[in-house]
């Protein structure tokens, strides 16, 4: 493998796992704080990607899907939180399962009214529709650079929030010990249905970033929820900067897995987590129960 | 005047199992309390009941001229209740800094008279340690860092649970102080502690529980007059 090969798999690795992190943060926040376990999750990344396709096919404008997708996700987190959601609190991981469960078919059925079951493509914007010329026979997508940047940017963004701001303080504080942060006065019912819907948003946003790369298919969520699951256990549950780590070590896992042993390219992720899991129980960055 | 606190005949459920039996309780604004008795007999669970953090309680409470027997415990929290557990509770993921400032609040009447200046300046022991996280503290001054964190929400009541437990007698004479300090600032306080002689030091009334109800309520002389209560109910 020459080096240019080398780079352009390096860079497809590390923009599959920073999209990973985008949808994988979401569900460790879910997760963690509220103690939910949402396999809805992945359905929510599809669903972004076909708002995406929906909104951009009307509008034409890559932009406008962008934020219409992602507040069309908060605003159904929302409300789901409120109506559903808040009931699972406290209660244990088969209600949670169920519920989740239901949410998965209602969404399919949902998404099949709507928008039928065929495969769709999405345009990205023109300004970002080459390719960056390598060599005579390689060539990169410029859409992927972008991708890599908007999320490095989303990302940075996000820790901000966790680690400097003072709902961030309050978002780790409840990861680690709810009670604790309820008798303190943080209003914790208030922090639940943002973070809930923040999440949502995080998946269905990772859904309409990828969406001019990859195709808009039905089952595109599935395969999501069970990497992104994969990388909150890596990375210890309810820890953004584990789900980072994670995230990034499984794309690139994945990614040169399938170039340099393609036979079992698909269990390497699942070895590297057992393996991590071996060293450490409770993932990178988790805490132990206390 | 209203007491800060007043509970009657408070009964609180582990599940099926009664853990407090008819409780009745009056804590007056400013006023020290010393909570004692053997393990077991409901010191933890009365607090956790005031707190609001064990939800199954029946009977009467009333904190601050509210009824807060059925409320949240983050509703409780605000109306300037502050709870120092049993193990701290410091959250180990924060910065000491954050521990302090992330539920910092101006108290009930609107002052602020606790900040992060004065909790430093009460605990210069935190201040060298600031950025440190709160895992990497050293038992007393998790302990130093919570009762702060209690003080920087400017409450009118402090739970303190098991306040010198595990601590060597040097920390522990300076949690002993710093009650002292809060006394003075006019913050009441229920303290639980195994040390009922230096509890009678800074409390105002000693109250003795054992098996889910109050044994004895008086003042530290009261007790001391009448070593049967200490034998009966601490003695081994």
Redesign the interface.
């Known amino acids: 493998m020459d080096a240019i090969t080398f780079a352009v798999q390096l860079l497809n690795g590390v923009q599959y796992g920073l999209v990973l992190f985008l949808v994988a943060s979401g569900l460790t926040l879910v997760f963690g704080i509220l103690g939910v376990i949402n396999l809805a999750h992945g359905a929510f990344y599809m669903l972004g990607a076909y708002f995406a396709y929906w909104i951009s096919r009307y509008t034409g404008n890559f932009g406008l899907a962008l934020v219409g997708g992602v507040a069309m996700a908060f605003a159904i987190g929302l409300a789901l939180e409120q109506i559903f959601v808040k009931r699972l609190y406290g209660r244990d991981h088969l209600a949670q399962v169920l519920l989740s469960f239901g949410l998965i078919l209602v969404i399919d059925e949902v998404r099949q009214i709507l928008f039928g079951k065929d495969v769709h493509s999405v345009a990205a914007p023109t300004w970002l529709q080459g390719s960056i010329r390598l060599t005579d026979v390689l060539s990169y997508p410029v859409y992927r650079l972008a991708l890599c940047a908007i999320c490095l940017v989303l990302a940075a963004a996000i820790f901000y929030v966790i680690q400097r701001t003072k709902l961030g303080m309050v978002i780790r504080a409840g990861a680690e010990n709810r009670d604790m942060t309820r008798a303190l006065g943080i209003p914790f019912d208030v922090v639940n249905k943002y973070v809930f819907a923040g999440g949502i948003a995080l998946a269905a946003l990772g859904g309409i970033l990828v969406s001019p790369i990859s195709t808009v298919f039905p089952g595109m969520g599935d395969g999501m929820l069970i990497i992104s699951f994969v990388v909150v256990v890596l990375g210890g549950i309810g820890s953004v900067a584990g789900a980072a780590i994670g995230a990034l070590m499984i794309g690139l896992t994945d990614t040169f897995g399938k170039v340099f042993f393609p036979q079992i390219s698909s269990i390497l992720i699942y070895v590297l987590m057992a393996g991590v899991l071996l060293w450490r129980p409770n993932g990178l960055l988790g805490r132990k129960e206390s | 005047m209203t007491p800060l606190l007043k509970i009657s005949d408070l009964r609180s459920f582990y599940g099926a199992s009664q853990a407090l039996h008819g409780l009745s309780l009056t804590v007056n604004a400013g006023e020290q309390i010393a909570l004692i008795g053997r393990n077991g007999m409901g010191k933890t669970t009365l607090l956790k009941s005031i707190?609001?953090?064990l939800e199954d309680r029946r009977g009467e409470v009333r904190f601050a001229g509210a009824c807060t027997l059925s409320a949240?415990?983050?509703?409780i929290?605000?109306k300037g209740l502050?709870?120092v557990?049993e193990g701290r509770?410091v959250?180990?993921?924060?910065s000491v800094v954050?521990?302090l400032?992330?539920?910092a609040?101006a108290g009930r009447s609107g002052g602020r008279r606790w900040t992060l200046e004065r909790v430093f300046e009460v605990f210069p022991r935190l201040l060298q340690r600031r950025g440190n996280g709160g895992h990497q503290l050293s038992g007393g001054e998790q302990q130093m860092l919570s009762i702060g964190?209690a003080l920087m929400?400017n409450p009118d009541l402090i739970l303190l649970d098991e306040a010198t437990e595990g601590l060597a007698p040097m920390i522990a004479r300076e949690i002993w102080k710093t009650l002292e300090i809060i006394r003075g600032e006019g913050i009441a306080t229920i303290v639980v502690d195994k040390d009922h002689r230096s509890l009678a030091n800074v409390a105002d009334r000693m109250v003795v529980m054992s098996r889910g109800e109050i044994a004895f309520d008086g003042t530290p002389a009261e007790l001391n007059a009448d070593p049967s209560i200490l034998d009966k109910h601490l003695g081994v």
Request: glycine share 12%; net charge positive; proline share 8%.
């Open positions: 707190v609001g953090l949240k415990p983050e509703d929290a605000r502050a709870y557990p509770g959250f180990g993921s924060l954050e521990n400032v992330m539920s609040r964190r929400t």
